[in-house]
């Protein structure tokens, strides 16, 4: 683990496996974190904060371009070390780390662009203003289906801002972003600036959030833990961000491009074999071409080339590991108990590793779990609709916001649709872009917050306000103001 600039082990001198998905076997042992390593690496960032928050916003700047530039010329190992340890295609990896190099170049620019402001005060004897200071020490806690990009998320903006930074991977995939981490220094950043703890949620993951030198705490991942970890932040009063679940519409009218909407779809639910927050896991079709796209999709389910995720040709790799490929199948046959037909997959697929074939389901009501709970994997709900009106309805009955789409070539219903549906990203004819300067967050159960965006950074500040008397003049004690 990277604490206070040096590589340890835990306190404990214990380690755990990762398991390569693929091969379903142990590849890496990583250090097995307790509250004592959590608490070494708050005190190493907090003792880091001293200096750091007092460099200056293009310093800061400097060294992340410094970082992102290492993380273009690294992405390819990074990327292959991501693949083995959670399985996700390494064609997918290669271009998010390549990409992940310009989150850092763009809060590089954020970081001397954002500052206090002048205010005009009530009163001429006062000059009054605020100045924006880094607001600590951030724990940043992280799941395991894109560690890397979504520590950055956290990352890019902390350290732009002036704060330090302790990161929780995932258990379940926590190699890249070790080998993330040994970046930093490379790039000239201050030991204690950046530190990663590995270990499980309840040993590591639950001190972190609860320690009481922890100022901010940006969480991704489960809305269960998301709540737990609001309760444990609200011990000590720390801030949070909460990127969470998502069920996910994707609506496709009559009059859209069914081979783009057909291909948005698969984007949706079938990429990084489902397991992304923002996955389109509801596909919600107009009456009129229901049957034409459903058999469209169910076709390229079937031809789906499933395999090594480090193979540049495979499309679609296992699941992350043996538990979730577990709750998947689970979720399959709950889907067939309720009624839900099957059109594609459902089952297992080849191989020792844990694959589940493209999986879609047809005749899907809106209160069946198939269509309410998430599942985080490949399987596709569709329900059918028959006017605009019944599409935002449906759309919106759910207890999640994160994001939907939109298929259509009317510009007045994409306006329409984009204005009613209740999710924090709205994409028209597209699915699953995002970038760093677009805002990324939920409604409702998906979460508290945004990422990305230039509003990012000032989430990791204090507003200071500042007033200063101008005249030397005495007033009277016992009135406010
Ligand atoms: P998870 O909630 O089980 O775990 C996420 C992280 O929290 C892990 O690092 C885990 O160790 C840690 N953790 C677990 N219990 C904790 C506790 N009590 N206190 C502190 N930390 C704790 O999620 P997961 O299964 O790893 O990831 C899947 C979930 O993440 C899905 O629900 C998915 O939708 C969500 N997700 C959301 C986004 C987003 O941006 N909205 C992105 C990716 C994933």
Redesign the pocket.
Known sequence: MLIGGSWVEARSGERFESVNPYLGTPWATVPRAGAADVDAAVQAARAAFVDWSRTTPVARGKLLRRLADLIAERASSIARVETTDNGKLIREMEGQLRGLADYYHYFAGAADKVGGETLPADRDNFFVYTVREPLGVVAA??????PVL?AS?KIAPALAAGCCVVV?????APCSTLEFAALFEEAGFPPGVMNVVT????E???P??EHPGVDK?A????????R??MR?AASHLARVT?????KSPNVVFADADLDAAANGVVAGIFAATG?????GSRLLVEDAVHDELVERLAARAASIRMGDPLDPETEMGPVAFEG?LQGVLAAIASASDEGARLVAGGTRGDGPGYFVRPTIFGDVTNDMRLARE?I?GPVLAALRFSSEEEAVALANDTAFG?AAGVWTRDVQRAHRMARALRAGTVWVNAYRAVGPAAP???YKD??IGR?NGIQAITGYTETKTVWIELTGATRDPFQLG
């Open positions: 806690i992280t799941p395991w289906n894109s979504l998320w929780k991977p995932a258990e379940q270990g499980f949620g309840g590591a993951g639950a972190l959030v705490v969480f991704t991942g489960g809305t269960a833990t998301g737990a970890v444990g909460l990127e969470l679940g998502g397991q992304t927050c923002m996955a979730h998430e985080f994160l990324f967050g939920g998906s979460g990422e």
